[in-house]
């Protein structure tokens, strides 16, 4: 299992340019059309929101933006993705980190986001449970 995780934490920080370019920065309507609009009202309301596998941070600078005093923070294992996001702003706290091992005590946030990340997640069940 262990070689299993290091193989897909390696692919996904070499190909994290590759998602960044092709998918986030408005470039994929079915995240400005459907996502983020969806994100938005199902997060409206809550005082802080934990971002699972949050990629460059585009659902996250997005609950930022619209929701201003709310504490967002956002966790991927990718460090590249994780550096991006931190070069594009917003007012959310980015941390490397994989959504099974997540370094927060348990009930710290009271909305959690997940959105396209579980089937890219070897422990799948232990990810679940972590969040």
């Not at 460059?56 to 933006?65: D, K, M, N, Y």
């Not at 917003?90 to 009930?107: H, K, R, T």
């Not at 959105?115 to 422990?123: A, G, K, N, P």
Request: hydrophobic share 45%; with cysteine; net charge negative.
């Amino acid at each position: 299992m262990e070689m299993k995780n290091v193989a897909t934490e390696h692919s996904w920080e070499a190909h994290a340019d590759w998602w960044i370019d092709g998918f986030t920065g408005g470039i994929d309507p079915e995240y400005e059309e459907q996502i983020i609009p969806l994100v938005l009202t199902e997060l409206k309301g809550h005082a802080s929101v934990l971002d699972v596998g949050c990629g460059e941070g585009q659902l996250a600078r997005a609950i930022s933006v619209a929701s201003p005093g709310i504490h967002v923070v956002g966790v991927d294992p990718t460090g590249r993705q994780i550096e991006v996001a931190r070069q594009r702003g917003g007012a959310v706290d980015y941390q490397v980190a994989p959504a099974d091992n997540l370094p927060f005590v348990d009930s710290s946030f009271s909305a959690v986001l997940a959105c396209l990340v579980f089937e890219h997640i070897d422990d799948v069940d232990g990810a679940i449970a972590e969040v």
